[in-house]
């Protein structure tokens, strides 16, 4: 099982990530496996796949648009926020939104160019769990999480900025 | 001007040792150099051919004496002798070394100064009017609003990865000296009909290939609000921004391709959830922030005293100086002057060590103790004696910063152009020596008045060509350097873009083609008519005529 960073813990991960081709087709090889599925797959065939797996979760492309997904919040215990490219700065906005304003509790994770010098703001954003890219050592990363004590703006850490904290 | 208290200065050493960090994995092979990239451009560093360069950012165009002396020295450790200020308040060195630039960020946080967010796709440094708290048109003093802004917007973790780089400028006055309308956010203070002042927010305004002037978003927005409506336009732009081509990328062809009605519509959505949330400013740091702003310790004293009536009349370049550099300031028996950076042969907004440690001297004898860059490359001592104007006139003379060309022709705002930039298709600082080589004659740049010329090296604008009144804009024609001039933009209240002439001229036509146009300007203007409203009034074609005509 690869390795992911949850809670600023190293762990092994144990879902599986469906490619966005991916059809009906792979879930009997899946059986009672915990799957994350692609958002277009997760919107055609929720039913099946619970019928066949054993938890779901669903992943967003950067571009991908999360009011899909708005009123289904309670049925997933996790969503997974893609990174074509780690300079891509949609997903930071989604996990905001997912996180702040939606009140998401499960699993926030960060998948696709994830790298350790985008972690401490991701995590300020929502994100939770770090898929690090695979040419990467988690444990190498974790330090990224203390490079700054403290936010000026309100954060999902820290949702009071530190204008009304200040002593 | 703001201090640091505990908080601000501990995230800055943690900003220091981050990137202290960052480099040293770089250097070690670690970090690709496309994942470098960001994280050096957010702390301000350029890598380029020809000259790398360091921009430092000056929030809001503040500066105390200690900061200069600072740079001073970073000037000479660290450059060769001088820097340069930037079109939007900052200064920038060239020929840092790499793996020098933690050691020189760390001797700036000694003096509360950094790079942070000086370029790269995220919010940069705030910038204002540079008459702020001292204008005598203003509805209220700016800068406790841009500290504010300058915190929310610094590491602002859901913002650091834009779809392209995001100004935002801020203004109290009614003359409005910051480009306002030009940003990406351009902010009024006013006042509303209940006599309550609050914010007028503008966005999708810019410079670079497509110039656009800012649209209306939000009418008016309370003072407590003011974060979570720059959050909800941040947070559209962010998410729906264009991110396939770099050059349409800013939040001005988002604003244009959705229709302004559109993208409002999806920005006060945002606005529902974020409005009276977490980031609701309390009147407490509102004047918290408007504390470090307040009045120094004014005297009592009266306008225009004998001295300087006497050396007004005894020392006539003197009275041209004060004539053109000095302005009004609401308080009496003081006034707000400018040191223009514009002398005739010296590159436009240089700034050598000694230059940099006279000004750290005058500011502490004249003004309090803190300069202001202005986004015309020059610098502004805002609360000087008038009784001292000319004691300091003389100390200026030692240092060839008594250019008396304040808002006149040859007040040239330029970019480095191609003598330093790796982007440049032209190069600007000869352009602009040339031009003022041929109109450097005190009488004849009085006869002219008030004239804006602006040069850029390229199309990203740098020098705000759309804006001058008279724009100057490099181009490349097969290899060659050429120059598209275009006329009637404004930076002001009255903000429009400039028109372009026709086609573009060699180098050495440049200072003939100026004479012309100021040519067909007197002999077209009205008495007190400046030239911008002489183009406005006549329109661009009897210009063209003669420039062109004559040509053939
Ligand atoms: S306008 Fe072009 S040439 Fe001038 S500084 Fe900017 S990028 Fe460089």
Redesign the interface.
Known sequence: MAKLIRNRAVESDDWVILQAASGIDVFPALRGRKVILPLSLFLLEEEEARLQLSEIGVWLDSHENIKHIAGRLNDLPLIALNFPV?????P???A??LRA?LKFGGEIRAIGDV?R?QL???E??GFNSFAIRADQEPEECLSAFS?????????TLQ??????R?T | MYRYDGYDSKMLEERVRQFQGQTQRYMDGKLSDAEYLPLRLQNGLYVQRLAPMLRIAIPYGMLSSTQLRKLAFISTHFDKGYGHFTTRQNIQFNWPAIEDVPELLAHLAEVEMHAIQTSGNCIRNTTTDQFAGVAIDEIEDSRAYCEIIRQWSTFHPEFAFLPRKFKIAVCGTLEDQAATQVHDIGIYLIKNDEGDVGFRILAGGGLGRTPVIGQEIFDFVSKKDLLSALESILRVYNREGRRDNKYKARIKILVREAGLEEFKSKVFAEWNILRGGSLTLSQQEIDRCKAYFKDPAYRELENTPVSLREALASDVLFANWYSNNVTAHKRSGYAAITISFKKTGYPPGDVSEEQLLLLAELADKYSFGEVRITHNQNVVLADVEQGELYSLYKTLQTGALEAANLNTLNDITCCPGGDYCALANAKSIPIAEAIQRKFDDRELLAELGEISLNISGCMNACGHHHVGNIGILGVDKKGEEFYQVSLGGSSRRDAALGKILGPSFAQEEIPEVIGKLLDVYCENRTTDERFVETVNRIGIEPFKTRVYTSKE
Request: glycine share 2%.
């Open positions: 780690f300079s891509d700065g949609r930071y906005s989604t905001k939104k304003d790298l010098d401490c703001y991701l300020r954003c490079d700054f004590s403290d936010t000026y703006t309100s954060t949702d009071q900025p530190l204008f009304n200040r």
